[in-house]
């Protein structure tokens, strides 16, 4: 006998499902109330397989890529979907990762060196993160990379020993390369780290 699949949205008006009873199988005791599902059983059940997967696999994206006969961008992708349907708040940060990167990145192509301010960045960027700095790195990365163009997003990561911070990984749209951007942001938003390096397909 196969088990019966776990209904998420309402049959009739597709509003979320709250489980309302739970009970035990040894003592027949019930239990009423109202409890939210927990984010990985929201999921539709070819995406709970796909995150058992990855995690039987070890998390290895160029293994899970092979396994599904997909390309390792088509994957990232699918997986990036994944952690916005459970961590959407994601979304936002990711955004703002992207505008002020992109602002500061821009800003050094037009010449332009400012130190941060408080809203920007948070203490230790701003100290060591200064105009004289940026103009250093400017011109180190111009050589490496050629002009910057843009950012593509790659994927959003926790930060295992400072799990306040978030890191949000770009690939960068430049004239001679493609490198990594990788941009840490703190709970408040501020930038609490950037860096530009040669592009690899693993965050290390």
């Known amino acids: 006998m196969t088990n019966a699949r776990l209904p998420t949205h309402c049959p009739s008006c597709s509003a979320a499902l709250q489980v309302a009873r ?3 199988t040894k003592c027949d005791t019930a239990v009423l109330g109202d409890f939210a599902l927990p984010p990985l059983a929201r999921l539709a059940p070819e995406d709970q397989t796909f995150v058992l997967r990855f995690l039987q696999i070890g998390g290895n994206l160029k293994d899970m890529a092979k396994l599904y006969g997909v ?5 990232r992708n699918r997986l990036n979907a ?3 349907q459970l961590a959407p708040g994601q979304s ?14 821009q800003a050094h192509e037009q010449g332009r060196f400012e130190a941060l301010g408080p809203e920007e960045a948070t203490e230790s960027v701003r100290k060591g993160f200064t105009a ?5 790195l400017h011109q180190e990365n111009r050589q490496l990379f050629g002009t910057f163009e843009g950012l593509d997003f790659v994927e959003t990561r926790f ?5 306040h911070l978030l890191a949000h990984r770009f690939k960068g749209r430049y004239g001679a390369a493609s490198p990594e951007v990788r941009v840490v942001l703190d709970r408040d938003g501020k930038l609490a780290g950037l860096w530009i390096k040669p592009w690899q397909d693993q965050m290390l």
Request: hydrophobic share 40%; glycine share 0%; aromatic share 2%.
């Open 159 to 163: 930060m295992e020993s400072q799990p």
């Open 132 to 136: 004289e700095i940026q103009r250093d």
């Open 82 to 84: 994944l952690v916005e």
């Open 92 to 105: 936002e940060q990711r955004h703002l990762a992207a505008q002020l990167a992109t602002q500061l990145l």
């Open 71 to 75: 390309s390792y961008p088509t994957l």
């Open 22 to 24: 739970l009970a035990c």
